[in-house]
């Protein structure tokens, strides 16, 4: 069994930067494929990107060239750099982990209490 943290949400101004943490317990987490998702209040949500267990990485393309999955396999964390934020990234964000790399949050297994952030104009 896999157990997601998220951590380092915040209120940040556009333009700023953030790094959420997504920290896991359990064994094998290195097999697993990650990937962050948000949801905006009334919004779906929605994949935002998504990391495999080689460490191949894949974006959704409002956010790339502005934010950067990787993950520490020694530290069983995976990151979301985000940088260049603005209003519309205003969401809360969730980690999510599974054996194999999905684009539908409904195949994902394991997910996060996810993390709040805000980002003023």
């Known amino acids: 069994q896999v157990q997601l943290v998220e951590s380092g949400g915040g209120l940040v101004q556009a333009g700023g930067s953030l790094r959420l943490s997504c920290a896991a317990s359990?064994?094998?987490?290195?097999?697993?494929?990650v990937a962050w998702f948000r949801q905006a209040p009334g919004k779906q949500r929605e994949l935002v990107a998504t990391?495999?267990?080689?460490?191949?990485?894949n974006y959704t393309d409002s956010v790339k060239d502005r934010y950067t999955i990787s993950r520490d396999n020694a530290k069983n964390t995976v990151y979301l750099q985000m940088n260049t934020l603005n209003a519309e990234d205003t969401a809360v964000y969730y980690c999510?982990?599974?054996?194999?790399?999905?684009?539908?949050?409904?195949?994902?297994?394991?997910w996060g209490q996810g993390t709040q952030v805000t980002v003023s104009p």
């Open positions: 999510a982990a599974r054996r194999f790399l999905g684009w539908d949050p409904r195949v994902y297994d394991h």
């Open positions: 359990g064994r094998s987490f290195s097999a697993y494929a």
């Open positions: 990391i495999t267990s080689t460490g191949r990485t």
